[in-house]
C-alpha cells in the first residue's frame, strides 16, 4: 500500500496568493483528517470528513480556509489568500472507520507550507 | 473538556535511562488513548494504545500506564536509544467519533548517546 499520498511536499509563496493542498487518502479508508502543526500550536484538527461529508469543520481558522472532499480517494485543503501565519507543515490522515471501535489516523508525510 | 494536557514539553534522558511523558484530560467520555511517535520531516504514526479498562499495556520497550480516577496516563520508555528521539503526541478518543482524536501539544524526547 502505498500510504497517504500529499502534494506538493513543500510550497512557497507570496501573501495573497491562492494555495491548493491535496491529499490521497489510503484505498478503502472512509475518513479523512487535515491537520495543522506549528511550533506554537503543536497539531491542531482543521477539518474531518466521514463517507466524503464534512462532519466537523471547527478548527478551520477562518474563512481564508475551505476542504473539500469530491470522492473517496481526493480530498483538497484551500487557503485564499494566504497569509505568513499560515506557514506550517499541513498533514492529512486517514482510517477505516467503521462505527463503534477505535482506528488508527495513518498520516502522510506533510506539506511545508511558506507563505512569505 | 475536549483537551489533553501533556507534560513536559521537551525532555532528554540518557541512552539506557527511562522517558516519561504525561497526559491528562478532563473528558469522562474519553475511552481509547493512543500514543504517537513522529520523527523530524514525517507525519505522527501510531505507537501504542490503550483502552481505560486495563491499568497498564506493554510492548516491547514501551508502557502506557492509566489511572482512570485520576484521569491521566502517561508513556514510559524504558532502556532509551538514541533511535527513540522524536516527538511524541498523546491522545484521546470517544468511541464511534469516526476515529476523532483529540491530541495532546507533544514532547520533543532526545536521548543522548
Known amino acids: 500500500d502505498a500510504g497517504v499520498i500529499q502534494s506538493p511536499r513543500h510550497e512557497v509563496t507570496e501573501m495573497g496568493q491562492e494555495v491548493t493542498l491535496r491529499c490521497k487518502p489510503i484505498?478503502?479508508?472512509?475518513?479523512l483528517f487535515w491537520y495543522r502543526q506549528t511550533m506554537m500550536r503543536g497539531l491542531e484538527l482543521l477539518i474531518y470528513?466521514?463517507?466524503?461529508?464534512?462532519?466537523?469543520d471547527s478548527g478551520m481558522p477562518e474563512d481564508r480556509f475551505s476542504a473539500k472532499m469530491p470522492n473517496a480517494s481526493f480530498s483538497t485543503l484551500k487557503i485564499q489568500p494566504s497569509e505568513p501565519r499560515d506557514s506550517a507543515v499541513y498533514f492529512c490522515?486517514?482510517?477505516?472507520?467503521?462505527?463503534?471501535?477505535?482506528?488508527?489516523?495513518?498520516f502522510g508525510p506533510g506539506t511545508r507550507l511558506t507563505v512569505t | 473538556q475536549q483537551q489533553v494536557k501533556q507534560s513536559p514539553q521537551s525532555l532528554i534522558v540518557q541512552k539506557g535511562g527511562i522517558s516519561i511523558i504525561n497526559c491528562a484530560y478532563e473528558?469522562?467520555?474519553?475511552?481509547?488513548f493512543p500514543w504517537y511517535q513522529q520523527f523530524p520531516g514525517k507525519g505522527p504514526a501510531l505507537l501504542i494504545a490503550?483502552?481505560?479498562?486495563?491499568s497498564e499495556k506493554k510492548e516491547g520497550r514501551f508502557t502506557i500506564s492509566f489511572n482512570k480516577s485520576a484521569k491521566q496516563f502517561s508513556l514510559h520508555i524504558m532502556d532509551s536509544q538514541p533511535g527513540d528521539s522524536a516527538t511524541y503526541f498523546c491522545?484521546?478518543?470517544?468511541?464511534?467519533?469516526?476515529?476523532?482524536?483529540?491530541f495532546g501539544k507533544g514532547t520533543k524526547l532526545s536521548v543522548k548517546p
Open positions: 490522515a486517514s482510517s477505516l472507520a467503521l462505527g463503534g471501535g477505535f482506528y488508527e489516523q495513518y
Open positions: 484505498s478503502g479508508h472512509n475518513s
Open positions: 470528513f466521514n463517507n466524503n461529508v464534512p462532519i466537523d
Open positions: 473528558n469522562t467520555a474519553f475511552d481509547y
Open positions: 490503550i483502552r481505560p479498562d486495563v
Open positions: 491522545a484521546a478518543s470517544i468511541e464511534g467519533s469516526q476515529g476523532n482524536l483529540i
